[in-house]
Structures are given as C-alpha cells and as structure tokens.
C-alpha cells in the first residue's frame, strides 16, 4: 500500500462550489505539506503543518484553507473554487530532521470549469 | 533566503547520450540539496540528496549529482540515457534551519529512440 494516498485522484468542479482534497499518510511523519502544480511553475506551498496544532501558510495561500485531523490526515479546503485553481495537487510529508526528504502523494488533478 | 534555477525548461536526448541537468542556488548558509523525479501521472519521488561529506552523489537508475560549493550548482548526470528516464526532474534547496525546501520550476526530459 502506499505511504501517502490522495482522494480523489481527478475531481471536474464548477466554479463557486467548495471542495475538499484530502491527504493521509502511514509513515508516522509529524510534518504535511499542500503544494500546486503548473506547467512552468514548478511546485508552489500553499500551507504546511509541523503537527496537528501547527498550521502555516505558505507562498499562496488565499483561496485556500486547511485541516489537520489527526496526525496522519491533512485536508486542503477551496472555499469557492475559480478557474485559475484548476492545477494538480501534491500532498507531502516529512520527518522532523531537516536533511531527510519529503514523500509525496500521487496527486489530484483538479478542473474547475 | 533560499532559491533555485533550473537551466532548460526542456532537455532533449538520444537513447545512449548522456543527461546533463543544471541546477544553481542561491543560499547564505550550507545547503541540504535534493533531486526529484516525477514520472508522467505520478508523485515526485528522491532520486538524491547531498546533506554533508562526499561532494559527488550517486542516486537510483544510475543517476549521480556533484556539490560545487563555488559554483553553486549541483547538476544532476546520467552517462547513458534510457528512454524510461524521460520524466519531468525538479531540484530543490533546505538550507540551514529552514524546514521548508524551495524547488525549482523542473526540467522536463525528452529521450529520443
């Protein structure tokens, strides 16, 4: 099974509905990150989390919100989707030690029509 | 501050050829230095990182990068290219006690037959 899952995987929207991506992971990582995906742009973080009572935004938070559930479980929140959110989504996680890696999920591909 | 440039948004090789992928930061303290790869309809996964000691590292399917402290670059190679490296390759930074990496905008390659 893999370390870290994302649901759903594809999701069509219409503007204006919220939506939710949801992101779990078994590696026992205190440390979730949300990042979006364009071509050219690379990754971009939209919030991290360092444990379930940290949260922090990241370089381009508005039009986003998150929740850190339980350790293992960090949600992405778009309140109103538009247009310009249509992107793939990344989930990651990380241990505490600076020099280690992050794993990330397979990703979401979000439209919003 | 922390940042990152990848040379060639598109890096174009014959089977056989070897891969040369540029990677510069820009860092004001010693950096902890990461190559990713992301296969088509997937997650990026570690392909290396350099956090201390031999300058010259070796990663998974061949690939190895080289610290260059004066030149600030830790370009990623492959002596031969296959065509299952084509792939979209994204370099990315941690640089003190910064637990939150910069990546670079990728670099797609293309490994032609």
């Known amino acids: 099974d893999a370390d870290v899952t994302q649901t759903p995987r594809n999701r069509i929207t219409k503007t204006g509905k919220r939506i939710m991506l949801e992101c779990s992971q078994t590696k026992g990582h205190d440390r979730m990150y949300w990042y979006r995906q364009d071509p050219g742009l690379g990754l971009r973080l939209i919030y991290y989390s360092f444990d379930v009572k940290d949260i922090n935004k990241g370089e381009i938070s508005d039009g986003y919100s998150v929740s850190r559930q339980a350790q293992a479980k960090f949600s992405l929140s778009l309140e109103s989707a538009i247009p310009n959110q249509t992107a793939l989504y990344f989930c990651a996680t990380s241990d505490y030690r600076v020099y280690n890696e992050q794993f990330f999920g397979p990703g979401t591909r979000l439209t919003v029509l | 501050a922390q940042s990152v440039t990848q040379l060639g948004s598109h890096v174009s090789v014959s089977e056989g050829a070897l891969v040369l992928l540029r990677c510069n930061y820009s860092?004001?303290?010693?950096?902890?230095l990461f190559w990713y790869v992301q296969y088509p309809n997937q997650g990026l996964q570690l392909l290396l990182k350099y956090t201390t000691g031999a300058t010259l590292v070796k990663g998974i399917n061949g690939f190895e990068a080289e610290f260059k402290k004066s030149e600030t670059s830790f370009h990623l190679t492959k002596p031969s290219a296959h065509m299952s490296d084509a792939a979209e390759y994204f370099c990315?930074?941690?640089?003190?006690?910064?637990?939150?990496?910069?990546f670079g905008r990728g670099t797609s390659l293309i490994v032609h037959p």
């Open positions: 860092s004001s303290v010693p950096p902890y």
């Open positions: 990315a930074v941690r640089a003190g006690g910064s637990y939150i990496p910069t």
